[in-house]
């Protein structure tokens, strides 16, 4: 650990927690592993980062994370294969998308090499959280924290960017019935959608107890100007399969660049299976439902992997979607998580070993 | 103190801190009351209020505010008159939006006795904090945050529903110069816009730092659909002099439904002013800003009160406001604070005393 204890301060816990944890019966984001990062800007500097056991810390109520939202957050998974290896799934791209977030929120952006010594050193001291296993990992969740006392409507001045990790199954076990948005909405254009901004899941929330009170788990939302188009769903980048055809909607200001988006697409494309990135609207999701082409609908995310939609209700009226043979989203699904695994060649460099010795 | 203990269970500081607080040179939001009421939201219900000294309290990492912006606010402000009695003002109207607030955010309302008898409370044991004078106020934040730990993306189960307070003099000192959003955008239809959600104000300090950076304190918002209709300013909202009519947009699910925004409607009609509640264009502003008929914009809001706006730009092109003689928004000003203060009669019953024994 010659390397990163130059650039990290390290307490580790006295005693493990980890034998007071059931990983047969995991509850999503109850249980934590031992060790968590803390690092806080002030006086305009991100200050040495600290690897602290996991616990709780001590805010004033006038904390500006409170009262004005301005917070992001990533989501990471970390596999271990069956010699016991650790894998990260493309890193970089959840350490890019951070700052992106954090450029929009008004939060200064984080050195790269404090962020990949504190991922590496929290997985080396937390290895045997990372539980081998289909669909078992451990997710990694950085986020970003405006600290400073005050209760001005104005930037902080101070923040705490953080590490948390705990053990994960699959999040989504049973498929999923959605519904798509005609009057709420997720994002405006020239709005923060496309950032992990904290605000953008608890608006969610209301409208999705609606959503579950009609028998729907997720919320398809669509364009917030004419309710015409598909976009994402709030924790799920979207894929649409009409006949043998793979669409997405195209990123923008509104929708997620999601990472398992891209490696799906790149994915289906090295599978030969043809992928448009393109604007698709409610209406021709209606009709390909009505004629019989649609034959899928997938969601893909970090948390969810990929989720498969059963059917989709839309201005009254429900959807039921095929069982088909052999469908995409679990060929996908397979091919995601045998590189994630460490159990197929991966063509695309995205797998990144985490060096336990 | 009978009725509220049955309410509250309360504990006071030892010592006050006031005599730490320079009253002259106030950095608003930096110093608070002695005191601050935390009731806790467990097991389905808002459990007994407790009134106890400003200070840091405990949350663990995973608390979900910190993870999805699971938060709502409010502002008032208590007032003291030359007799020493404490006034708030339409506090029934902040209770009322709380709960509006809450209801968007998938957080439970909050009972109404438990709210009066803490800012009865509060007031009543921190009442050497509302300093007397124009302008100065004892301004009063509450605020639920989402306290359950998890970082699942769902509603939590727990909250913590609180009261700081913090004196204030006047938020806006000197004129301010607003710059026309025509990229960015504040909220979505069918989005939580009209709601106090703390994620509203995170999203909008980069935008603003961009327009602070030009020179504009503040940013006019604009429709996120075409950006040709003026909405708000973020903390404030807007009314727009054209020749002697005064116009304000009509409040939406984009646009906050401010108390002083509904109190100068009033106001200004009892004086005898005419009072649009109507959409109003950019283009409208900008050729009455050419034709000269633009006589005022200002902004209201319990943390501004009245801000006097000297001049826009819109489309990279500065437009100056004339300086006119005894302007509606010194007078409205005037009205409001009369009132406010107990200067004057309140004809629509605003003021709300505050019992000190």
Redesign the interface.
């Known amino acids: 650990m010659h390397s990163t204890s130059d650039i990290l301060d390290i307490r580790q816990v006295e005693k493990s927690k980890i034998d007071q944890v059931d990983f047969d019966n995991l509850a999503?984001?109850?249980n934590?592993a031992d060790h968590?990062m803390?690092c806080d800007y002030k006086d305009g500097a991100w200050q040495k980062p600290k690897i602290l056991p996991?616990?709780?810390?001590?805010?004033?109520?006038?904390a500006k994370?409170?009262?004005?939202?301005?917070?992001v957050?990533e989501g990471m998974k970390a596999f271990k294969d069956e010699n016991n290896k650790v894998w990260l799934f493309r890193p970089e791209e959840n350490f890019n998308r951070i700052n992106i977030s954090s450029?929009?929120?008004?939060i200064p952006e984080f050195p790269k090499d404090y962020f990949f010594a504190a991922l590496e050193t929290l997985l080396k001291l937390d290895e045997k959280w990372v539980h081998p296993g289909d669909g078992n990992s451990l997710?990694i969740?950085p986020?970003v924290?405006?600290s400073e006392?005050?209760?001005?409507?104005?930037?902080s001045n101070e923040y705490k960017f953080?590490i948390?990790c705990?053990p994960a199954k699959a999040y989504y076990n049973s498929p999923v019935k959605v519904l798509v948005?005609d009057?709420?909405?997720?994002?405006?254009?020239?709005?923060?959608g496309f950032a992990k901004?904290?605000?953008?899941?608890?608006?969610?929330?209301?409208p999705t107890?609606l959503a579950n009170e009609k028998g729907y788990q997720q919320i398809i939302w669509t364009d917030?100007?004419s309710h015409k188009y598909l976009e994402e769903a709030?924790?799920m980048n979207l894929f649409f399969r009409i006949n043998d055809k793979l669409i997405t909607a195209p990123t923008s200001d509104r929708i997620l660049d999601g990472v398992t988006r891209k490696s799906i697409i790149d994915l289906a494309r090295h599978q030969g299976v043809e992928v448009e990135v393109r604007k698709i609207t409610v209406e021709e999701l209606v009709s390909a439902a009505v004629d019989g082409s649609l034959k899928e609908i997938f969601g893909t995310g970090t948390?969810a992997t990929i989720a498969f939609i059963e059917g989709f209700e839309y201005a009254d009226k429900y959807h039921d979607l095929p069982q088909i043979e052999n469908p995409y989203s679990l060929r996908f699904k397979k091919g995601l998580q045998d590189i994630q695994y460490n159990r197929a060649e991966d063509p695309f460099g995205w797998r990144y070993e985490v060096k336990l010795d």
């Open positions: 999503f984001g109850k934590y968590m803390v996991y616990g709780p810390m001590e805010f004033e109520p006038s994370v409170f009262h004005y939202g301005q917070a957050f450029k929009r929120m008004a997710y969740r986020f924290i405006a006392n005050g209760v001005s409507a104005s930037p953080m948390i705990c948005a009057h709420y909405s997720r994002s405006a254009d020239g709005g923060v901004a904290a605000g953008n899941y608890g608006a969610q929330f209301y107890n917030s100007n709030g924790t948390a």
